[in-house]
């Protein structure tokens, strides 16, 4: 079975533009979260959604926002991007949105802003 | 929201040395788990141990509640083992499955 899939895997901006990242998530995988590391830190939760609904959001700015998809599949977008976007994104998936549930992880998706 | 705090911040080893890296933790938490972050960036769950002790081949993982704390131990280690070693608690108290993660050990085996 196919793991959690993240497009693109890497990509360049300039300020002020606008990105869109894709995530596919495991087969029988209902909810999808997004994580941001920035270079040298651990991972920062943005948000989570379950069957289509948000369910989580982190302490992320409004140019953050996220959409899930009725195959469970999700995007992340961020508008007006800044210096301080550049990180990798990360995508992760688990059966539901609660408890024992483990999370599996993407590879990610390197933004770089110039 | 939950601290999670990591030690040592950075550990070198000889290959087939063991090691301990530890994790405290602020609050009660009913989900904490480990991730190893290969020098390619994979994250990868090791365990989901919110108590007790969890064996899988040379890691093991032990996790006191009531005290707040966690480690994991790597023993023999392989070249395979370098990369960054996270915990992670519950991000809120909402019950869902989202992370607050620590700053990380960054390990390094040398053969």
């Known amino acids: 079975d196919a793991g959690v899939t993240q497009s693109p895997t890497h990509l360049i901006k300039t300020r002020g533009q606008h990105v869109t990242l894709r995530c596919s998530p495991i087969s029988g995988h209902k909810s999808v979260s997004w994580y941001q590391q920035v270079l040298g830190q651990g991972p920062q939760f943005i948000f989570q959604y379950y069957e289509k609904e948000e369910r989580g959001r982190g302490n992320f700015p409004d140019r953050f926002s996220a959409r899930q998809f009725p195959n469970y599949s999700s995007e992340l977008n961020v508008n007006a991007l800044l210096l301080g976007d550049s990180a990798l994104y990360l995508c992760?998936?688990?059966?539901?949105?609660?408890?024992?549930?483990?999370?599996?992880f993407g590879a990610g998706s390197r933004l770089t802003v110039l | 929201g939950i601290q999670v705090e990591q030690s040592p911040p950075d550990l070198i080893l000889q290959e087939g040395a063991n090691s301990t890296l530890r994790c405290n933790f602020s609050?009660?938490?009913?989900?904490l788990q480990w991730f190893h972050q290969n020098p390619w960036g994979q994250l990868i769950n090791l365990f989901y141990i919110p108590s007790g002790t969890k064996q899988n081949g040379r890691l093991s993982a032990t996790t006191v509640a009531t005290e707040r704390y966690s480690l994991l131990y790597i023993s023999s280690s392989q070249t395979t083992d370098s990369g960054v070693y996270f915990c992670?608690?519950?991000?809120?108290?909402?019950?869902?499955?989202?992370?607050?993660f620590g700053t990380g050990t960054r390990l390094t085996v040398i053969p």
């Open positions: 992670a608690g519950p991000f809120d108290q909402t019950g869902a499955n989202n992370l607050f």
């Open positions: 992760a998936s688990s059966r539901t949105g609660a408890g024992a549930n483990v999370l599996t």
């Open positions: 609050d009660s938490v009913n989900n």
